[in-house]
């Protein structure tokens, strides 16, 4: 069994910051590639931002230079640090990751439970 579970949502002002966590964990062999998505009421699910093993990234344009993400393997953790927040940002934020495990060494998606970010206008 695999989990990921994320921290830190919340509401903030625009223009504020915040910084999202989420920790995998379970029966783990190997994180590939870890990822953000975001989904607001109304929208479909979109991509804000992954970065792969050898820590590439890439970013939706609307996150550009404001949200930054990051990851400490030895953590399996991946962080999605968040500034000059907009209340366009408003949305449940859902944390993703590829992992393979002895089971699927090709890897198999698993996702968080979301956590809600709200931006005050």
């Known amino acids: 069994q695999v989990q990921l579970v994320e921290s830190g949502g919340g509401l903030v002002q625009a223009g504020g910051s915040l910084r999202l966590s989420c920790a995998a964990s379970?029966?783990?062999?190997?994180?590939?590639?870890m990822g953000w998505y975001r989904q607001a009421p109304g929208k479909q699910r979109e991509l804000v931002a992954v970065i792969n093993s050898g820590r590439s990234t890439n970013y939706a344009e609307s996150v550009k230079g404001r949200f930054t993400i990051s990851r400490d393997n030895a953590k399996n953790t991946t962080y999605l640090q968040m500034n000059s927040l907009k209340p366009e940002d408003t949305a449940v934020y859902y944390c993703?990751?590829?992992?393979?495990?002895?089971?699927?060494?090709?890897?198999?998606?698993?996702w968080g439970q979301g956590t809600q970010v709200t931006v005050s206008s």
């Open positions: 993703n990751a590829l992992i393979t495990t002895p089971f699927s060494l090709l890897g198999n998606d698993y």
């Open positions: 379970g029966n783990i062999f190997s994180i590939i590639d």
